[in-house]
């Protein structure tokens, strides 16, 4: 017959207490309905009784420490884009007279890429002779003959003189959004010009981990639907236009083996090392509270960032304690959680017990 025993009436001190812990601690239980598994694999009750001071369990619920070396790193997130890109628009009505470039054209610095004429108001468009009478300015000869025949006289009188737009970088035509002939409104897209050789991504994360982080640091990343790994580099930091947040620049390192397979739009996620080797502690997830874990649950087993979590400890006075922890990782294989903030002198009960637990002794049955 199982009797009951209280370990303050034998242990002399919190080491004596986490010494027969540790022999008496096993596996856990597959569940977290106060139940566990027997020798033979065997679901059984094992009921859990608490009263003002105390809290009864079995031995099965309480877990040793068991640690773990890893490497802290933080998820990095975004959509691969051209570094150096421009969407060209206008400032003021305008007709194109003409477009010197087509869509997916490579431009060098200060190439023409288009022709465009200022639409003028009357009061723009007219001058005063010396006699006080109005003229209106004589246009261009350099009109391009497809407006001629698409505008009347009095609406070609009142355009300004050809202005010539030029590449500011080298790069790619990407969207050629006019024709040659259109009369567009202010603040209208003409074209969106990129140097697609030379690309980055922009992650987003809280902002309290700027000062894990650094200019030039590593960064391993996978593109979504390709098996390769490739390589970039943090190139910026900065405060996002969001409270509380940071954008994180990635540059991308450009080689022969994947120059062609990296493309912009591509979502992409990596990771960053930070730190040194730090430990950590294996649980399964019956030790863990106040949680959702099933972003964990899918490759590639971690989050961005850890997620907080809380687990009950058993301290070195035998009281339990909720101690806030980080899950690092999951590992499918074992089932396992890897999670950071338990000290190696407290012990992990697996029971899921109420908050009105904090502070209580544990008794052993």
């Not at 109005?134 to 391009?144: A, F, I, L």
């Amino acid at each position: 017959m199982t009797m009951s025993i209280r370990l303050s009436k034998y242990c002399k001190n919190g080491a004596l207490l986490l010494t027969i812990l540790l022999m008496m601690a096993c596996e856990p239980p597959s569940t977290s309905n106060n139940s566990q598994l027997s020798g033979d694999n065997k679901q059984v009750d094992s009921p859990i009784f608490a009263d003002t001071d105390s809290v009864n369990m079995a031995a099965d619920y309480i877990l040793s420490i068991k640690p773990s070396r890893y490497q802290p790193s933080l998820g990095l997130q975004g959509v691969i884009e051209p570094v150096r890109q421009s969407r060209f628009v206008t400032i003021t009505d305008a007709i194109v007279q003409e477009v010197l470039v087509t869509e997916g054209q490579w431009v060098e610095e200060g190439a023409p890429l288009l022709i465009i004429n200022r639409r003028l108001s009357t009061e723009q468009g007219s001058t005063t002779t010396d006699d006080g009478t109005d003229r209106k300015p004589m246009q261009e000869n350099t009109v391009n003959k497809q407006i001629e025949s698409n505008q009347d006289k009095a609406s070609l009188m009142a355009l300004g003189p050809p202005i010539i737009v030029r590449s500011s970088f080298s790069g790619r035509v990407e969207n050629l959004y006019v024709e040659t002939g259109q009369q567009v409104d202010k603040r209208t897209s003409l074209l969106h010009l990129s140097d697609d050789k030379d690309l980055n991504f922009i992650a987003t994360l809280p902002i309290k981990t700027k000062p894990k982080l650094s200019i030039g640091q590593a960064v391993n990343f996978t593109a979504k639907g390709l098996s390769e790994q490739f390589a970039g580099q943090v190139s910026k930091l900065e405060a996002s236009e969001k409270p509380n947040e940071l954008s994180v620049y990635v540059h991308v390192i450009r080689d022969e083996a994947n120059r062609d397979t990296l493309k912009p739009d591509m979502v992409v996620t990596g990771r960053v090392d930070y730190g040194q080797i730090e430990v950590g502690t294996i649980v399964p997830e019956q030790a863990l509270h106040n949680v959702d874990l099933a972003v964990l649950k899918r490759p590639p087993y971690q989050s961005l960032t850890p997620l907080n979590a809380t687990v009950w400890i058993i301290k070195q006075d035998q009281r339990l304690t909720q101690q806030p922890v980080e899950v690092i990782k999951y590992e499918p294989s074992t089932e396992q959680y890897l999670i950071a903030g338990i000290s190696n002198d407290s012990l992990i009960c697996l029971a899921d017990l109420p908050k009105t637990s904090a502070g209580k002794k544990v008794v052993i049955s």
